[in-house]
């Protein structure tokens, strides 16, 4: 799985934490099957990033201004939930303060330097953060896989139209299950 990559987004304490500023239940559900796909992901060599929603601690944010505070530098809100490992000397952990994870990152040039084509993609919140990350990733020219039962929003409708459209434009949507399938047999290559 040398050109596959396993991207988690955002699921930080604020958003997976029932005391998080923006906590939906159905982050909290989606944590062990995340968490899964993780420790499977690892025993197939799959690179492995996080993205950390995190804005500056006391300085404007565009994104800010339009939302309740959340994900604040020094505040541990913007912390990976601690269910999921990281792994320091291995994993990536690439802080974004936009939607997209390619947004003002060195997310493209960290997919480059290690030759990836492949990115399965989990995590929260299925109509900002994950479509954005998945349209920017369809428009670089990777494969976005988004595992249907490793994301969610606070609204299932909502989940769902989303998964539908990247299904039919962006890429490909897959279960947990189907991915260990396609992992096992080496299919994602």
């Known amino acids: 799985m040398n050109n596959t990559a396993l991207v988690i987004v955002d699921m930080v304490k604020d958003f997976t934490d029932p005391e998080g ?12 099957r995340i968490k899964h796909v993780l420790e499977e992901c690892r025993k197939h060599g799959v690179l492995i990033i996080f993205l950390q929603h995190s804005y500056r601690k006391d300085k404007y944010d565009k994104n800010l201004a339009n939302m309740r505070p959340n994900c604040i530098e020094g505040t541990g809100g913007d ?19 936009r939607y997209s994870g390619f947004v003002g990152t060195d997310l493209d040039m960290v997919l480059r330097e290690n030759g990836i084509k492949n990115l399965i993609i ?68």
């Open 21 to 32: 500023l923006v906590f939906y239940p159905q982050n909290r559900e989606i944590l062990p």
């Open 79 to 97: 912390a990976v939930d601690p269910m999921l490992e990281v792994d320091a000397a291995r994993d990536y952990v690439i802080k974004k303060r």
């Open 122 to 189: 989990t995590g929260t919140k299925t109509n900002c953060c994950i479509r954005a990350t998945v349209t920017d990733a369809y428009n670089l020219d990777y494969i976005p896989i988004v595992v249907s039962d490793c994301v969610a929003t606070n609204d299932e409708t909502v989940n769902q139209v989303h998964l539908s459209d990247i299904k039919k434009y962006l890429g490909k949507v897959v279960t947990s299950r189907e991915l260990f399938d396609y992992l096992e047999k080496g299919e994602l290559d």
